[in-house]
Every structure is written in structure tokens, then in C-alpha cells.
């Protein structure tokens, strides 16, 4: 079973920066897409940002284009999340998630809620 875990969250100011790191184990992310999700208190959970194992395409959440960008490096099985020009609303619990064994195909939509595997989260808070 694939296992996922995620760090580099902590408190940052709005405008600031951070970047999240979801390491897959066993050396499997290659076979995987992986996606971004994020939920806050008394909201539902949120796709923020995935990427294909395939073309190696990329999704974004309307709410974060411009300011977050997903990458993957599949020799180091882990795939970042830079996010710049924090926003208070961007305060959550971001969790990482894998698709798959699978291979996408090109431009494959890869920003929906079927995900077959979970991390635990990293909390991401943004205040003054």
C-alpha cells in the first residue's frame, strides 16, 4: 500500500511563502498522479493542484492560479507544493494524494476527489 507524507507547513504572514513536500514511499511515484487538497474548518475539502505521471500536466484550482505551483521529482519520490502571496484564506490542512498504478494520459484531468490514497496532512496557517 502506497503511503504518503507530507511536511513544510508552519504559520507564515499573508504575502509570504511556503513550499509542501509529499514524499511517496516503496520508490512508486512514478505510477502515480498526484493531487493537493486542502480543508479548513467548517469547509469542505478543496482540490488545490495535481500533476500526471504521464506529460507531466498540471491542474490549479481557480483560487490559487498565479500563486502556487506543483512539481514533481520522481528519483527523490516526492512532489512540492510552492505556494507564494499567502493568502488568510489559504489557512488549511493540506493533504497529498496518489491516483493510481496507473499511466495518464496526455492532459489528463487529474483535479478530482477519486483518489485512492491519503496522507495525514501538514497544516498551513497564514496571519498577521
Known amino acids: 500500500q502506497v503511503q504518503l507524507v507530507e511536511s513544510g507547513g508552519g504559520l507564515v504572514q499573508p504575502g509570504g511563502s511556503l513550499r509542501l513536500s509529499c514524499v511517496v514511499s516503496?520508490?512508486?511515484?512514478?505510477?502515480?498522479?498526484i493531487a493537493w487538497f486542502r480543508q479548513a474548518p467548517g469547509k469542505e475539502r478543496e482540490g488545490v493542484s495535481c500533476?500526471?505521471?504521464?506529460?507531466?500536466?498540471?491542474r490549479y484550482a481557480d483560487s490559487v492560479k498565479g500563486r502556487f505551483s506543483i512539481s514533481r521529482d520522481d528519483a527523490k519520490n516526492t512532489v512540492y507544493l510552492q505556494m507564494n502571496s499567502l493568502k488568510l484564506e489559504d489557512t488549511a490542512l493540506y493533504f497529498c494524494?496518489?491516483?493510481?498504478?496507473?499511466?495518464?494520459?496526455?492532459?489528463?484531468?487529474?483535479?478530482?476527489?477519486?483518489?485512492?490514497?491519503w496522507g495525514q496532512g501538514t497544516q498551513v496557517t497564514v496571519s498577521s
Open positions: 516503496d520508490d512508486t511515484l512514478n505510477y502515480y498522479a
Open positions: 494524494a496518489a491516483e493510481g498504478p496507473m499511466h495518464t494520459t496526455d492532459n489528463y484531468m487529474c483535479l478530482h476527489n477519486n483518489y485512492d490514497y
Open positions: 500533476i500526471n505521471n504521464g506529460d507531466r500536466s498540471t
